[in-house]
């Protein structure tokens, strides 16, 4: 009975596919959920670190992109670094994205040694 052994294995096939595509379409928002969101604001900081002027402080909201809607704005010589709050307390900049350090500070400092004396690009803010 060879019909039936087919389609068996064709209905195996689809039940495969249909758990990957269902994996694949929860695995983004689960980790979007658990990626940008501000539970504590940090105190604002400005120094040259490396011969370049780094600064950070609570952002108001408006004027950031509309990802991140507010929490925290850092510049690397006056140009905003795209930065993010883990889940965890952490933070990462869109310079070192698999990188989590402990403060906004620490993720400027990160992206002026990441850099390595380039300019920082404007984060298109559309
Ligand atoms: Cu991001």
Do not use: C
Not at 50 to 55: A, D
């Amino acid at each position: 009975m060879p019909d039936i052994t087919r389609r068996r294995a064709l209905t195996a096939a689809a039940a495969v596919a249909a758990t990957a595509s269902a994996a694949a379409l929860v695995a983004p928002a689960a980790s979007a959920a658990g990626h940008h969101h501000t539970p504590t604001t940090p105190d604002s900081f400005d120094e040259v670190y490396k011969g370049r002027r780094i600064q950070g402080r609570p952002a108001s909201g408006g004027g950031h992109h509309h990802e991140h809607g507010g929490g925290y704005a850092v510049f690397v010589d006056g140009v905003q670094l795209h930065l993010m709050q883990n889940a965890d307390g952490t933070w990462i900049s869109v310079v070192s994205h698999y990188d989590p350090v402990p403060t906004p500070r620490a993720a400027a400092r990160a992206a002026v040694d990441e850099l390595q004396g380039a300019p920082l690009l404007p984060f298109p803010a559309n």
